[in-house]
């Protein structure tokens, strides 16, 4: 006998909720379920968007910061395409929380508008993601690598036909003045290219991944793990900020004028990360040639900069152009080596702290040897050398105090496998400067606008902070960096 069952409306309902449900896109449901964005949000960014204005707000603060970061998370690379999106997919507008889609003004105006809002969220998720990071791995967690790059802006000195133009007309000259081989046209031209863009002087020229380009210089302080810490735009707001900044005039190098400007931008830059998040801790600093001086490991490892001692380590390679000085005969890597042999480095006998708490390294002649004694059961030092420096029979001691030449000794020591294996690390911040640009869209973007571009490189850190807390509430620490792999 065929039994039959009565629907109600309450039954109907519950058939199309649960069709409703599995028909969602699984990421946007992982976001739904694991991201309660309401919750990050500061208040004085609700009071700030909701203030009254005499009219109603059609689009929740949240629906537009879920779109924004959507778009990061989509690397959709305009705003024009994601409101295609928007319109021809439901799932994706109801999960924002569109009613009606906004049109590419609104998304313009609300990053311009509440930039300084965006950049609270921002400095509010670095808070929140510090210890995730630590439970993740605490030794990356406690370091600190900064780099900078540039933004590309829409002006036409970035089309490679105005360099070409200018090299082409330099080529010319050159042979009709019938000038020697050794002219070099290239380097001519960066001389004769304007220092910034003419239709704004804040867009500066910069050799940038291999070429000349006109960008907002932008500078990124990260992790070990690779995650963003701090981010800074340096424009005439930064530049005000810290007057001491005087822009340098063009050499002969554009590596060398990067690395100017680099080494001049990292402590204030680390002072504004550390004012914004004083609980923060770093203890090992990470960087590249540009910052081996004397000035920078001072700052860096005596807490004098930034009221106090943050970094106890500080990995930065020598820069070929300065060598150490040193009352010993000393290798590239700042290791003491033998009087009678400079090929002979001295061997590393471990670190020893002295009753007063000054630190020392203590370095041992190489051909020392522990000889064992049978009858007395312990083992001595024995200098092996058929041409001894020194009438010790346990060979040469070198005491070298790091605190007297913090640029040779900046709290670890070059060449050892402790250093190669931690500097490896900071290649991290380039990945992470390279997942900006590429995955968020960062460049490319089609203004000149200064907000919107700062906007655009806040709204990408924010993407990647959210990337990170969502991968803990998961539990799949893998994806940190990219959510790409859920994407599939």
Not at 270 to 289: Q, S, V, W, Y
Not at 365 to 387: F, G, L, M
Request: hydrophobic share 35%; with cysteine.
């Amino acid at each position: 006998m065929i039994t039959y069952k009565q629907l109600s409306m309450c039954d109907i309902f519950e058939d199309c909720q649960n069709i409703f449900d599995s028909d969602k896109p699984q990421f946007l449901s992982l976001l739904e379920n694991h991201i309660d964005l309401d919750s990050i949000i500061p208040a004085s960014f609700y009071k700030n968007y909701y203030a009254s204005t005499g009219r109603h707000r059609k689009y929740p603060l949240t629906s537009m910061l879920w779109a924004l970061i959507i778009q990061k998370i989509f690397s959709i690379p305009t705003d024009s395409l994601l409101l295609v999106f928007l319109n021809y997919s439901k799932a994706l507008r109801e999960f924002c929380g569109f009613s009606k889609v906004p049109d590419a003004s609104k998304i313009t105006r609300f990053k311009q508008d509440f930039l300084p809002d965006l950049e609270i969220l921002f400095e509010n998720l670095v808070d929140l993601t510090e210890p995730i990071c630590q439970a993740i791995d605490s030794a990356k967690a406690d370091m600190t690598i900064f780099d900078s790059s540039g933004i590309e802006a829409y002006v036409t000195e970035n089309n490679p036909k105005y360099a070409n133009r200018i090299i082409k007309q330099l080529k010319a000259y050159a042979s009709a003045m019938g000038f020697e081989n050794n002219y070099d046209p290239y380097k001519a031209a960066y001389h004769s290219m304007p220092s910034h863009a003419a239709s704004n002087k804040d867009i500066k020229q910069l050799y940038v991944d291999g070429h000349f380009c006109y960008v907002y210089k932008i500078g990124i302080v990260t992790n070990g793990l690779g995650i963003v810490r701090h981010l800074n735009l340096y424009n005439q707001s930064f530049l005000a900020a810290h007057p001491d900044l005087i822009p340098n005039k063009k050499t002969d190098s554009p590596d060398a004028d990067k690395s100017i400007h680099d080494a001049r931008l990292l402590i204030p830059t680390l002072t504004d990360f550390f004012k914004a998040h004083p609980l923060i801790n770093p203890k090992t600093f990470l960087g590249d040639a540009a910052f081996d001086s004397a000035y920078i490991y001072r700052s860096l490892l005596t807490g004098d900069t930034f009221n106090q001692s943050h970094f106890e380590k500080a990995y930065i390679p020598l820069n070929n152009r300065s060598k150490i000085k040193s009352e010993y005969t000393v290798n590239e890597n700042g290791i003491p080596c033998c009087p009678n042999d400079s090929s002979l480095p001295m061997k590393t006998d471990g670190t020893k702290t002295t009753h007063n708490g000054v630190k020392k390294y203590k370095f041992v002649c190489p051909k020392t040897i522990w000889d064992y004694n049978p009858k007395t059961r312990k083992s001595h030092r024995k200098c092996t050398c058929e041409n001894p420096c020194t009438s010790s029979k346990c060979g040469r001691m070198i005491y070298i105090y790091p605190e007297q030449n913090l640029r040779a000794y900046p709290g670890t020591l070059r060449g050892t496998k402790e250093w190669d294996e931690t500097y490896k690390v900071r290649t991290t911040v380039e990945r992470s400067i390279n997942h900006f640009k590429d995955s968020f869209c960062l460049a490319g973007r089609k203004t000149q606008n200064e907000k919107t571009l700062h906007a655009d490189l806040i709204l990408s850190g924010i993407t990647q902070l959210i990337t990170v807390v969502l991968a803990d509430k998961i539990h799949k620490h893998q994806y940190i960096r990219s959510l790409k792999p859920l994407l599939a």
